[in-house]
Every structure is written in C-alpha cells, then in structure tokens.
Nanobody, 124 residues
Framework: QVQLVESGGGLVQAGGSLRVSCAAS????????VGWFRQAPGKEREFVAN????????DYADSVKGRFTISKDHTNDTVVLQMDSLKPEDTAVYSC?????????????????WGQGTQVTVSS
C-alpha cells in the first residue's frame, strides 16, 4: 500500500505562483512514477505532469510546459509541482497518483494509488 497526501493548494491571482506537494508513505520503494492530474468542475480529469521516482525523467502536458516544474525531494519522499505564470484555466482540484510498473504514463487509469486532492484557484 502507498499513501499519498497533497498539500499547498490555495487561491492566487493570475500570473502568480503556487507550489503543491505530494508526500508518499508506505511501499514507496515499489513506486515507479508519480503523476499530477487535475479536474475542473464539469470537465474530465487531465494529465498535468509526471516524474520517475528516481527523479531523472519527467513529462508535461503541453498546456503547462514551460510554466510548471515537477521535482522529487529524495530526503522525504515528496514530489513537488511548482506552478508559475498561473492562468484562470489552471483552476482545478489537483491530485497526485503513484504508479508501479516500468514506464511513465499520462493515463490516470494506469496509476495505482491516489491522494485526496487539493484545490487550486486562479482568479483573473
């Protein structure tokens, strides 16, 4: 079992920055990758970014590339999503997910464990 706890969401004005974190515990040695996904009201969940647990490879959705940065803090098994130049369309519940297996994935259904989510709201 893996437990994931997100933190750091909040309200920010357009153009601002927020940092959300995903703390993992339990069978973290079995994690291959952690991904961030988001879901806005009335919309489907969408992929944001992912990173290999080793921290050596990552992938981003086109909509956030160049604005968001995903990183792994090896000292405390935490994955951080730094979000800069935020736009109102980035408003959503952001959830992290952990995947076993052997490759990065942009598909939520391929992730094995999920956190509870944290709200990010960007005002115009």
């Amino acid at each position: 079992q893996v437990q994931l706890v997100e933190s750091g969401g909040g309200l920010v004005q357009a153009g601002g920055s927020l940092r959300v974190s995903c703390a993992a515990s339990g069978r973290t040695a079995s994690i291959y990758a952690v991904g961030w996904f988001r879901q806005a009201p009335g919309k489907e969940r969408e992929f944001v970014a992912n990173i290999r647990w080793r921290g050596d490879r990552s992938d981003y959705a086109d909509s956030v590339k160049g604005r968001f940065t995903i990183s792994k803090d090896h000292t405390n098994d935490t994955v951080v999503l730094q979000m800069d130049s935020l736009k109102p369309e980035d408003t959503a519940v952001y959830s992290c997910a952990a995947r076993f297996g052997n490759r990065l994935s942009r598909t939520g259904n391929e992730y094995d464990y999920w956190g509870q989510g944290t709200q990010v709201t960007v005002s115009s």
